[in-house]
């Protein structure tokens, strides 16, 4: 009997490289139907806020204001998702971006903004401040609530889109019988996204959220809380 491996030398060599070359193929076939690391998701918030002093005002300082912390009756309130709505097709259904995230909780975003705008010309206090210095002077600050009911970023079309911010704003002035009503109103503040994405949105966002704040700080002196 003839000894195949001796005469025929190079059959069980190429064989096995086929075999090889088979295995490969199956692997590098695994491997590419296996997903790839998941994307990590884009951070934003409204930016550094003053960079410098601001100049002295001359007028006189406003008596202190308590500040409770911002609810969020509109959204989740530890929801870090950035929103927006297709107004063009199904306004009802807010969406959150895949990979866009806010870095903290719009209402803490907002809650933040209001107090360095307001504290420009008064002592902003936590409500829990504000019960220190009654018994220190016998004496409540008037207390602001806001409650944010919408914060996302409106389509009108494909294009075109804008950061809308609705606030809930509450004054009241603290006695030893309860809270006194001062006034309520509701702020609604847009601003045109400079782009369709993410990146647009949050900035318009962030620019109506400012607008907010100062639109709250004209109407708390028109109640009278000076």
């Given at each position: 009997m003839l000894d195949t491996q001796r005469t025929h030398p190079g059959r069980p060599v190429r064989r096995s490289a086929a075999l090889a070359c088979a295995a490969a193929a199956v692997l590098l076939t695994a491997c590419s139907a296996l997903p790839g690391p998941p994307t990590r998701a884009v951070q934003y918030d409204f930016?550094?806020?003053?960079m410098a002093t601001a100049?002295?005002?001359r007028r006189a300082p406003l008596p202190p204001l308590a500040l409770a912390d911002v609810e969020?009756?509109?959204?989740?309130?530890s929801s870090t998702s950035v929103l927006y709505r297709l107004?063009?097709?199904?306004?009802?259904?807010?969406?959150?971006y895949a990979t866009a995230r806010w870095s903290q909780p719009p209402a803490v975003l907002v809650g933040q903004r209001v107090r360095e705008h307001l504290g420009l010309r008064r002592?902003?206090?936590?409500?829990?401040?504000?019960?220190?210095?009654?018994?220190?002077?016998?004496?409540?600050?008037?207390?602001?609530?806001?409650?944010?009911?919408e914060f996302s970023q409106v389509f009108s079309?494909?294009?075109?889109?804008?950061?809308?911010?609705?606030?809930?704003?509450?004054?009241?002035?603290?006695?030893?019988?309860?809270e006194?009503?001062?006034?309520?109103?509701?702020?609604?503040?847009?601003?045109?996204?400079a782009t369709a994405d993410a990146a647009g949105g949050t900035r318009a966002l962030a620019e109506a959220a400012s607008q907010a704040a100062r639109d709250i700080d004209e109407w708390l002196e028109q109640v009278a809380v000076r």
């Open positions: 930016g550094p806020g003053a100049p002295s005002d969020a009756t509109g959204m989740p309130e107004g063009y097709a199904d306004a009802q259904q807010p969406r959150p002592a902003i206090l936590n409500t829990s401040d504000a019960a220190v210095q009654a018994r220190v002077a016998n004496k409540r600050p008037t207390v602001l609530r806001l409650e944010l009911e079309s494909a294009t075109e889109s804008a950061g809308l911010v609705r606030l809930r704003a509450t004054v009241a002035e603290p006695t030893p019988l309860g006194n009503l001062l006034g309520q109103r509701v702020f609604i503040v847009q601003r045109a996204a």
